[in-house]
Nanobody, 115 residues
Framework: QVQLVESGGGLVQAGSSLRLSCAAS????????LGWYRQALGKQRELVAT???????NYADSVKGRFTISRDNANNTVYLQMNSLKPEDTAVYYC?????????WGQGTQVTVSS
């Protein structure tokens, strides 16, 4: 079991950067996979980026080259560095952990990008 707490969201202008943080209640090194998802108003939740225990990363096509997921094992934290933000990146961003056969979610953090 794990608790996830996101932070770092906010209101920014297009072209700006934000870094989201997800603090986990247990060692992230032991977690099978960690990731970030987002859900825009009226839309389904979608994958943004994932990072495996081995460090392999995967990104949605819409964020490739702009977003970077990373993991700090010492501080049990996962980050999402978001650069060149666009209005279409506006959404609630959720941290996700997959442990064995169970999905865990944080409460979400709002990111709003104005044009």
């Amino acid at each position: 079991q794990v608790q996830l707490v996101e932070s770092g969201g906010g209101l920014v202008q297009a072209g700006s950067s934000l870094r989201l943080s997800c603090a986990a209640s247990r060692s992230v090194f032991s977690i099978t996979a960690l990731g970030w998802y987002r859900q825009a108003l009226g839309k389904q939740r979608e994958l943004v980026a994932t990072i495996s225990r081995g460090g392999s990363t995967n990104y949605a096509d819409s964020v490739k080259g702009r977003f970077t997921i990373s993991r700090d094992n010492a501080n049990n934290t996962v980050y999402l560095q978001m650069n060149s933000l666009k209005p279409e990146d506006t959404a609630v961003y959720y941290c996700h952990a997959y442990i064995y056969t169970t999905d865990y979610w944080g409460q979400g953090t709002q990111v709003t990008v104005s044009s």
